[in-house]
């Protein structure tokens, strides 16, 4: 090898394991950031689908109400 093959590549090592550890630190962060957000998102999700299921039960409670007060005005009727 002559010296100036020798010297571009430190030069070259140089410039690529700094780029590197870079690239690899700026995923790391960016992969971080990713898992933290879906992580938000899922509480989020869980929480909107729970509010959901507490609707349904809710209308489900409710349209039995209706039916017993209807019951209750009908029996009302024959009493009077």
């Known amino acids: 090898m002559t010296e100036t093959m020798v010297v571009a590549i430190i030069s070259g090592m140089c ?3 700094p780029s590197i550890i870079a690239s690899v630190m700026t ?3 960016n992969k971080l950031l990713l898992e933290y ?6 509480k989020r ?23 017993r ?6 029996n009302q ?3 009077n």
């Open 37 to 42: 957000k879906i992580d938000e998102l899922t």
């Open 27 to 29: 995923n790391n962060k």
């Open 15 to 17: 410039v690529a394991i």
């Open 77 to 79: 009727k024959y009493k």
């Open 69 to 74: 007060i209807d019951n209750l005005r009908e």
């Open 45 to 67: 999700v869980e929480k909107h689908n729970g509010m959901v299921e507490r609707t349904y039960k809710i209308e489900k409670d409710l349209n039995t109400a209706f039916t």
